[in-house]
């Protein structure tokens, strides 16, 4: 199975960008698509973008228009953009393989966002 790692994350003021890495150890879109997700503290981790092997995106509606879910094949990776980005949006940034019949992989990590005012 491949194994999947978040890079990127950080200290960011709000209204500000910060792109996220989703590496993978071989062919990224291997076990299906590729999900973001997000979880803050004391709540429920929530999928805020996937993209799918045949490239279509689709995005949470409270990240639409401001995050973007990028993909390059020949580097393995899921990347995504985060712009005009909220307190709101502080949380710990995870990405997933999903399968077709919607499961999803191990959880990694994570990596860290702070927005700060």
């Known amino acids: 199975q491949v194994q999947l790692v978040e890079l990127g994350g950080g200290l960011v003021q709000a209204g500000g960008a910060l792109s996220l890495s989703c590496v993978a150890s071989?062919?990224?879109?291997?076990?299906?698509?590729i999900g973001w997700y997000r979880q803050s503290s004391g709540n429920q981790r929530e999928e805020v973008a996937r993209?799918?092997?045949?490239?279509?995106?689709s995005y949470a509606d409270s990240v639409e228009g401001r995050f973007f879910i990028l993909r390059d094949t020949a580097k393995n990776s899921v990347y995504l953009q985060m712009t005009s980005l909220r307190l709101e949006d502080t949380a710990v940034y995870y990405c997933?393989?999903?399968?077709?019949?919607?499961?999803?992989?191990?959880w990694g990590q994570g990596t860290q966002v702070t927005v700060v005012s």
């Open positions: 997933n393989t999903i399968a077709p019949d919607g499961r999803v992989g191990p």
């Open positions: 993209v799918t092997r045949g490239g279509y995106e």
């Open positions: 071989g062919n990224i879109f291997s076990g299906g698509s």
